[in-house]
T-cell receptor, first 115, second 120 residues
Framework: AQKVTQAQTEISVVEKEDVTLDCVYE???????LFWYKQPPSGELVFLIR??????QNEISGRYSWNFQKSTSSFNFTITASQVVDSAVYFC????????????FGTGTQLKVEL | GAVVSQHPSWVICKSGTSVKIECRSL??????MFWYRQFPKQSLMLMAT?????????EQGVEKDKFLINHASLTLSTLTVTSAHPEDSSFYIC????????????????FGDGTRLSIL
């Protein structure tokens, strides 16, 4: 069975602070893919990143960075110098053949960035 | 980037009405689309996988006769909530895999803007 755990239900930070959103996953497959999505208050889900299980290189995209650690089954997401527009619910998700190629979502982390 | 359009964005209707929601992939062909339901402050729950030219695959506990899915073309899937009741009120979101961005599990899903359904 596949599972994605986002232990942080809600995080509040002050603008310009750095913040890390945690994601821990479980799967029996050796080949799998991890994703992060952002859901702002308007409701749409925005695709942020995809990472495959064979690529443990960390990735940086502007103020966003992702740390993939297979040894701890974690795929954490850091926002540097947070801004109010970063306020949203962030979902981590897992997909693999063993899961029917369907996305298994975590429960999401609500990030609130205040002035 | 991949664009998925969902319509309508908001529906309010009386109990007993059937409601149709459309999901379109605008700049790519999608053989597979997905329908999710999301309750307030909760994660997305997959309802069914919509397959072009064949029957949808429903998740356990989802009523096939209640939530009719049709995927008649490579760019359009529809979800019809039949004889809707207040308990069907929810946020429904569709997604589509972009075949240009990998294969199978590797393909990221791109989501529509969602439909807020309120049944009075």
């Amino acid at each position: 069975a596949q599972k994605v755990t986002q232990a942080q239900t809600e995080i509040s930070v002050v603008e310009k602070e750095d913040v890390t959103l945690d994601c821990v996953y479980e799967t029996r497959d050796t080949t799998y893919y991890l994703f992060w999505y952002k859901q702002p208050p308007s409701g749409e889900l925005v695709f942020l990143i995809r990472r495959n299980s064979f690529d443990e290189q960390n990735e940086i995209s502007g103020r966003y960075s992702w740390n993939f650690q297979k040894s701890t089954s974690s795929f954490n997401f850091t926002i540097t110098a947070s801004q109010v527009v970063d306020s949203a619910v962030y979902f981590c998700a897992l997909s693999s053949g063993g899961g029917g190629n369907k996305l298994t979502f975590g429960t999401g982390t609500q990030l609130k960035v205040e002035l | 980037g991949a664009v998925v359009s969902q319509h309508p964005s908001w529906v309010i209707c009386k109990s007993g009405t059937s409601v149709k929601i459309e999901c379109r992939s605008l700049d790519f062909q999608a053989t597979t689309m997905f329908w999710y339901r999301q309750f307030p402050k909760q994660s997305l729950m997959l309802m069914a996988t919509s397959n072009e030219g064949s029957k949808a695959t429903y998740e356990q506990g989802v009523e096939k006769d209640k939530f009719l899915i049709n995927h008649a073309s490579l760019t359009l899937s529809t979800l019809t909530v039949t004889s809707a009741h207040p308990e069907d009120s929810s946020f429904y979101i569709c997604s589509a895999r972009d075949p240009r961005q990998g294969a199978g599990s590797n393909q990221p899903q791109h989501f529509g803007d969602g439909t807020r359904l309120s049944i009075l």
